[in-house]
């Protein structure tokens, strides 16, 4: 049956268009008037039976009365309003409700319902501050390990996407991607005056994806940007109303991307000849597919326990030890605060992500062996540089998986006993009587964990600009 507050507004429109009373529609279907006002205003459904003497009644179908659409534009609004004075934002400012009588004008009608879309919209834009950044962070972290941190649905829509895009073999060139988008009606157009908040903007008036230019440093990440704008597309993402959405969102985008890139068919033959061999190597399965490594340590952690019955964890971490990126489903205890988010944690100082910054030669993976109080992990740890810090990619497994894998017979070992503060925080006590209030110094924030995000209509990227952007390109279009 129809949404019942439709379905009333319906029953009332056809009602008074007949000039019947509630009474007198009453007795002619054998129910008291008081009965059909609760149908009339949402607050009970009517049997079938009772919606056929009705239909008949009113000289009408009963598919008229089973429409979902409103009956009027005065309807509509008195729905509209009806739905936010249930929903658990308003119910959370103890308001008193306000029914639409027929009293009430058309326009406080239209101020009313302008107000809960306001309030709305306001409470959308609050809501990228940090504490929910965390918090979205967490759950959807927690949602991902019950996966395995696999999504079937969108490997499927990945292999289709690329087979129908006449790919193969090989590493899935700019030329392919550009022919996804043109099976969307989309041109993938570089431009160098991008929004800064934005790594890409679909036009959807104009039919166009606005990428970074091709010649930047790194130019393989324009394909994943290109295929994360195609896969909102797709996956006909809408507008995020939380941000826990955007994060969702983002997510869905980066796996339908790394799919892409590493489809799962050649990728799960590469992993499992490489687990055959007792070599898997992330270095090896980043360069077989031309991809970056935390790609391809991330893709590793999509497949790894569906197809290849291993657990396993992945972390970014930056040079000071805080936590970028983590999930795991081998038992590893990960950094937490009190809210159960990792982002911003700093790791043991004895961890392979954080070992693996004191080598000299940083060229190939470092490999180690760490006791914790959760038991023994083999990890495999590369560094790099971004523009503004130095990181490490790690992925792990529990010593008696690490049979499998290239450096299993590393002879680093070390042992943390972290969340122990007497592992790696705090220090020696001679230490400590040596330098207690004898120094002074001010902390390094981590802005991109501590800051909120520009509020607007997507969660990180300033309205004002997109738009000014958008305005810009599409008089060269019209040119």
């Given at each position: 049956?129809?949404?019942?507050?439709?379905?009333?507004?319906?029953?009332?429109?056809?009602?008074?268009?007949?000039?019947?009373?509630?009474?007198?529609?009453?007795?002619?279907?054998?129910?008291a008037?008081?009965?059909?006002?609760?149908?009339?205003?949402?607050?009970?459904?009517?049997?079938v039976?009772?919606?056929?003497?009705?239909?008949?009644?009113?000289?009408?179908?009963?598919?008229?009365?089973?429409?979902?659409?409103?009956?009027?534009?005065?309807?509509?609004?008195?729905?509209?309003?009806?739905?936010?004075?249930?929903?658990?934002?308003?119910?959370?400012?103890?308001?008193?409700?306000?029914?639409?009588?027929?009293s009430?004008?058309?326009?406080?009608?239209?101020?009313?319902?302008?107000?809960?879309?306001?309030?709305v919209?306001?409470?959308?834009?609050?809501?990228?501050?940090?504490?929910?950044?965390?918090?979205?962070?967490?759950?959807?972290?927690?949602?991902m390990?019950?996966?395995?941190?696999?999504?079937?649905?969108?490997?499927?829509?990945?292999?289709?996407?690329?087979?129908?895009?006449?790919?193969?073999?090989?590493?899935?060139?700019?030329?392919?991607?550009?022919?996804?988008?043109?099976?969307?009606?989309?041109?993938?157009?570089?431009?160098?005056?991008?929004?800064?908040?934005?790594?890409?903007?679909?036009?959807?008036?104009?039919?166009?994806?606005?990428?970074?230019?091709?010649?930047?440093?790194?130019?393989?990440?324009?394909?994943?940007?290109?295929?994360q704008?195609?896969?909102?597309?797709?996956?006909?993402?809408?507008?995020?109303?939380?941000?826990?959405?955007?994060?969702?969102?983002?997510?869905?985008?980066?796996?339908?991307?790394?799919?892409?890139?590493?489809?799962?068919?050649?990728?799960?033959?590469?992993?499992?000849?490489?687990?055959?061999?007792?070599?898997?190597?992330?270095?090896?399965?980043?360069?077989?597919?031309?991809?970056?490594?935390?790609?391809?340590?991330?893709?590793?952690t999509?497949?790894?326990?569906?197809h290849?019955?291993?657990?396993?964890?992945?972390?970014?971490?930056?040079?000071?030890?805080?936590?970028?990126?983590?999930?795991?489903?081998?038992?590893?205890?990960?950094?937490?605060?009190?809210?159960?988010?990792?982002?911003?944690?700093?790791?043991?100082?004895?961890?392979?992500?954080?070992?693996?910054?004191?080598?000299?030669?940083?060229?190939?993976?470092?490999?180690?062996?760490?006791?914790?109080?959760e038991?023994?992990?083999?990890?495999?740890?590369?560094?790099?540089?971004?523009?503004?810090?130095?990181?490490?990619?790690?992925?792990?497994v529990?010593?008696?998986?690490?049979?499998?894998?290239?450096?299993?017979?590393?002879?680093?070992?070390?042992?943390?006993?972290?969340?122990?503060?007497?592992?790696?925080?705090?220090?020696?006590?001679?230490?400590?009587?040596?330098?207690?209030?004898?120094?002074?110094?001010?902390?390094?924030?981590?802005?991109?964990?501590?800051s909120?995000?520009?509020?607007?209509?997507?969660?990180?990227?300033?309205?004002?600009?997109?738009?000014?952007?958008?305005?810009?390109?599409?008089?060269?279009?019209d040119?």
């Amino acid at each position: 049956m129809s949404d019942l507050v439709t379905l009333g507004q319906r029953i009332r429109h056809f009602r008074g268009a007949a000039g019947l009373t509630l009474d007198q529609l009453g007795e002619r279907v054998g129910v008291a008037g008081s009965q059909l006002s609760l149908m009339e205003n949402g607050r009970r459904e009517p049997r079938v039976t009772l919606l056929t003497s009705i239909a008949e009644a009113l000289g009408v179908t009963l598919a008229d009365l089973l429409e979902e659409s409103p009956p009027s534009k005065r309807a509509a609004l008195e729905i509209e309003l009806e739905r936010a004075q249930r929903s658990t934002l308003y119910a959370s400012l103890g308001l008193p409700m306000v029914r639409a009588s027929r009293s009430m004008s058309d326009e406080v009608l239209e101020a009313l319902v302008g107000l809960h879309r306001e309030l709305v919209e306001k409470e959308r834009q609050t809501i990228a501050t940090p504490e929910e950044a965390r918090r979205a962070n967490t759950e959807l972290r927690l949602r991902m390990r019950e996966l395995h941190n696999y999504l079937p649905d969108i490997e499927d829509l990945a292999e289709r996407t690329v087979r129908e895009s006449g790919h193969t073999t090989g590493a899935l060139t700019h030329r392919e991607v550009g022919l996804m988008a043109k099976r969307l009606g989309f041109e993938l157009v570089h431009v160098g005056d991008l929004p800064h908040s934005a790594r890409s903007v679909i036009d959807l008036e104009n039919g166009r994806i606005y990428l970074p230019p091709a010649s930047i440093p790194g130019g393989h990440g324009l394909r994943s940007m290109a295929l994360q704008a195609i896969a909102h597309r797709l996956l006909e993402h809408e507008v995020p109303r939380t941000y826990a959405e955007f994060l969702q969102q983002r997510l869905e985008i980066n796996y339908f991307a790394a799919a892409c890139l590493m489809p799962r068919e050649q990728s799960v033959a590469f992993l499992q000849q490489a687990k055959a061999d007792r070599n898997i190597a992330v270095e090896d399965f980043r360069d077989a597919f031309g991809v970056t490594h935390e790609a391809a340590a991330l893709r590793l952690t999509n497949l790894a326990t569906s197809h290849l019955d291993l657990t396993l964890h992945f972390l970014r971490v930056g040079d000071d030890g805080a936590v970028y990126k983590a999930y795991e489903n081998d038992g590893l205890r990960l950094p937490v605060d009190v809210t159960g988010s990792v982002e911003g944690q700093l790791v043991c100082r004895y961890w392979s992500a954080r070992m693996a910054f004191a080598r000299t030669n940083r060229t190939t993976e470092f490999y180690q062996y760490t006791d914790t109080p959760e038991g023994t992990f083999w990890e495999s740890t590369q560094t790099g540089t971004s523009a503004t810090d130095e990181f490490s990619i790690t992925v792990g497994v529990p010593f008696a998986q690490s049979k499998w894998f290239r450096g299993r017979e590393t002879t680093n070992r070390r042992t943390s006993t972290c969340p122990d503060p007497a592992c790696c925080k705090r220090p020696s006590g001679e230490l400590a009587n040596r330098w207690r209030g004898k120094a002074w110094t001010s902390a390094k924030l981590h802005a991109h964990i501590l800051s909120p995000l520009p509020s607007g209509t997507f969660p990180g990227v300033d309205d004002q600009e997109l738009y000014r952007f958008l305005e810009a390109h599409a008089e060269r279009v019209d040119d």
